[in-house]
């Protein structure tokens, strides 16, 4: 759409549409989801100001750290009489499934 334009020409138009452009100095991104986290370290985010409205372009690379929850936990922990540590790096391994987690740890 737009390729080739200079970039001091991109951001004039830009102002003449009301887009304002803010690169944020941020550490890290992170995304809380129902049983895992997606986190993006040292993330390239731009705040994109239309009109008043706010968007962030976020450019990282993810990783994803899955939320085991504390009942899982202590199932596993009864079932295997394994302690605390055990289990959830077991948990961990296994992207929390329980069955397979408990046939690890036995």
Known sequence: ??????????????????????????????????????????????????????????IGEPKEEITIPEEDIKMVMEQTGKNRDEVTKALEETEGNIAEAILKLK
């Open 1 to 58: 759409m737009f390729s080739g334009m200079n970039p001091k020409q991109m951001a004039k138009m830009m102002k003449q549409m009301g887009i304002k452009t803010n690169e944020l100095s941020v550490n890290r991104v992170i995304f809380e989801m129902e049983g895992n986290r997606l986190i993006i370290e040292n993330p390239s985010v731009t705040e994109i100001d239309m009109k008043g409205q706010k968007t962030y372009q976020i």
